[in-house]
């Protein structure tokens, strides 16, 4: 017989289900209590720091656009981690990095995740879906205003650095970094409102 479930996942999934119901703070509350582990776990997979703090706001993005996915009978850390651990890896293939053995397994303050965990939210038409998210996704990038568009699609679809694009937009770094928080925040709020489109 399972133990019962502890506090903090108790926590979690009143937190989920305000989430999904539209409690924005809820979410928030969520990001704000697993940002510092996330990015500690997603630290020991990619090992170049400078984009991290990104792959922890998209492991966070995918997240929310799944949420209806996640299932109770699981720790939301876990499935959590399982969403970061799947787009660090895809980061990595993406930029054709040496990856680390996948075998490895990663050690966490709940214990030890292998790599390639099971896949509990599989289902038949799952590739639709995705395709569905993507196509979601890419309708919340059309749909903000041009200066936001621009560096989004620059950084992410283009993969470009936050110099890359200061230099080619004649910009101040620090205002491409404040319209990539801008836009993401927007994009947050247009998938929050679509979300029973997912």
């Known amino acids: 017989m399972s133990s019962p479930p502890s506090a903090s996942s108790e926590q979690d999934r009143a937190f989920v289900a305000e989430a999904l119901q539209g409690n924005e703070a809820a979410y ?20 170049d720091p400078r984009d991290l703090d990104d792959l922890v706001q998209e492991t966070f993005i995918k997240a929310f656009t799944a949420l ?14 399982k969403i970061a651990t799947n787009h660090a890896i895809d980061y990595l293939r993406r930029k054709k990095l040496r990856t680390l053995s996948l ?30 998210r993507r196509m979601l996704l890419q309708e919340a990038i059309n749909a903000l205003p ?13 993969e470009k650095s936050y ?15 404040a319209h990539i928080f801008r ?12 979300r029973s489109s997912l």
């Open 103 to 132: 075998d490895e397994p990663i050690q966490t303050k709940e214990g030890t995740l292998e790599r390639e965990l099971a896949d509990t939210t599989y289902f038949p038409d799952r590739h639709i879906v995705e395709d569905q």
């Open 68 to 81: 209806s996915t996640y299932s109770t009978e699981y720790a939301f850390s876990t499935w959590l981690y």
């Open 183 to 194: 836009a993401r925040r927007l994009l947050y709020k247009y998938l929050r409102s679509r």
């Open 28 to 47: 928030q509350a969520l990001m704000d209590k697993y940002r510092p582990a996330l990015r500690r776990h997603i630290a020991r997979i990619v090992r």
């Open 163 to 177: 110099e890359e694009i200061a230099e080619e937009l004649n910009l101040p770094l620090g205002t491409v970094k």
């Open 146 to 158: 041009e200066k936001y568009r621009r560096v989004i699609v620059m950084r992410h679809q283009q």
